[in-house]
C-alpha cells in the first residue's frame, strides 16, 4: 500500500466515521459533560471524599469546598462569557473590501482578514480563529479567546485540589500506600475481577484515575495554549507554522487578555479592552502580512 491509497483509505475512514458521529454530536456530548459532570464530581468530593477525613460543617470541611466553589463558579463564569461572547466581536459581519493580508473564503463568499479562519462546524469564518471548542459548542476566536483562557486555568486549580484529595482518599481505602499495592492502581479492573480489592476500593481507585486523566486533559489543554501564546500563535497557526504575528510573549499576551490582563485572571466580568479589532494585526518586524495567508 502507497503513501496515497493510505491516505485515501483514511480519508475514507473519517468521511464514514464523521458521517456517524456528526460534529454537532460531539458537542452535545462534551457540553453535556461540563453541565452535569462537573457539579456530579463536586458531590461526589463533598460527600464521599471530604467527610472521610473532616466533619461537614467543620472548619477544615468548609475552606477546602469554598476554594473548591471559588474555583469552580469562576470556571462557569468563564464558560458562560465563552459561550455567550460571539469570536467576531459586537460588529461580527466581514469587511465587503478586499484588504491585503485577506483572502475569500469560498464557503461564506466572502472576503476574510488575516489570522481568521472558516470553521467548519460554525459554518462561518472566525476572527483569529484558534480552535472549535465542543465543551461551549463555540469556536474560540479573538474576542472570547480570553475566557477559554481563564476558565482553562480555572478547572485546572480545580482538578488540582481535588487530585491531592483523591490520592490520599485512594491509598487509605487501599490499606496504605505500600509497593505491593501499587499494581492495584494500574490494574484495578482485575485487581476486582480476582477480588483483591472490593467493590469499594474498586471505586475509590477509579475516583483517582479518572480524575488523574482529567488532570492530564487540562494541563494540556492550559500548557498548549501558554505555548501557543509565547509563540504569538493561534492553534491553526501553530498547525500552519504562521511566525508572521509574534511580537513578543508580554505583548503577545496582552493582545489575546487585554489592557487589564490580571483582572481577566480573577473574574470574566471586569471589563479588559482588546487593542486590535480582530481585523488587522501587528505583523514581526521585518515579516509581511502575506506570510499569514496560508490556509488549511
Ligand atoms: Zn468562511
Ligand atoms: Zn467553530
Avoid at 491516505?7 to 459533560?33: C, E, F, G, H, Y
Avoid at 485546572?156 to 481535588?162: D, E, F, I, N
Avoid at 504562521?242 to 480573577?266: D, E, S, Y
Wanted: net charge positive; hydrophobic share 45%; aromatic share 16%.
Amino acid at each position: 500500500m502507497d503513501l496515497q491509497d493510505k491516505s485515501d483509505s483514511l480519508n475514507d475512514v473519517t468521511a464514514r466515521l464523521s458521517k456517524m458521529w456528526p460534529k454537532q454530536t460531539q458537542d452535545q456530548l462534551a457540553t453535556a459533560l461540563v453541565l452535569f459532570g462537573i457539579p456530579f464530581a463536586f458531590l461526589v468530593e463533598c460527600g464521599v471524599v471530604l467527610p472521610q477525613w473532616y466533619a461537614v460543617g467543620s472548619d477544615g470541611y468548609n475552606w477546602r469546598v469554598f476554594w473548591l466553589l471559588a474555583f469552580g463558579l469562576t470556571f462557569y463564569a468563564n464558560f458562560y462569557k465563552l459561550v455567550t461572547v460571539n469570536p467576531n466581536g459586537p460588529n461580527a459581519d466581514l469587511p465587503s473590501v478586499m484588504r491585503p493580508g485577506f483572502k475569500y473564503c469560498h464557503t461564506c463568499q466572502l472576503n476574510a482578514p488575516p489570522r481568521s479562519h472558516h470553521c467548519p462546524v460554525c459554518e462561518k469564518c472566525i476572527f483569529k480563529r484558534d480552535h472549535h471548542c465542543s465543551f461551549g459548542a463555540v469556536c474560540v476566536g479573538h474576542f472570547n479567546h480570553r475566557y477559554f483562557i481563564a476558565g482553562a486555568l480555572h478547572i485546572w486549580l480545580c482538578v488540582a485540589l481535588v487530585l491531592s484529595w483523591n490520592w490520599w482518599f485512594m491509598w487509605e481505602n487501599l490499606g496504605g500506600m505500600r509497593p505491593t499495592n501499587l499494581w492495584m492502581v494500574f490494574m484495578p479492573h482485575l485487581a476486582f475481577m480476582f477480588r483483591f480489592v472490593t467493590l469499594w476500593q474498586f471505586t475509590c481507585t477509579a475516583i483517582f484515575v479518572s480524575s488523574t486523566t482529567v488532570f492530564l486533559f487540562c494541563s494540556y489543554l492550559l500548557g498548549a495554549q501558554i505555548f501557543c501564546i509565547y509563540l504569538g500563535q493561534t492553534r491553526v497557526e501553530f498547525l500552519l507554522n504562521v511566525r508572521a504575528f509574534n511580537i513578543g510573549a508580554w505583548a503577545n499576551w496582552k493582545q489575546v487578555m487585554g489592557r487589564r490582563w490580571f483582572l481577566t485572571l480573577l473574574s470574566p466580568f471586569f471589563n479588559s479592552p482588546l487593542d486590535c479589532d480582530g481585523i488587522s494585526f501587528p505583523v514581526k518586524e521585518g515579516a509581511s502580512i502575506h506570510d499569514s495567508t496560508k490556509s488549511m
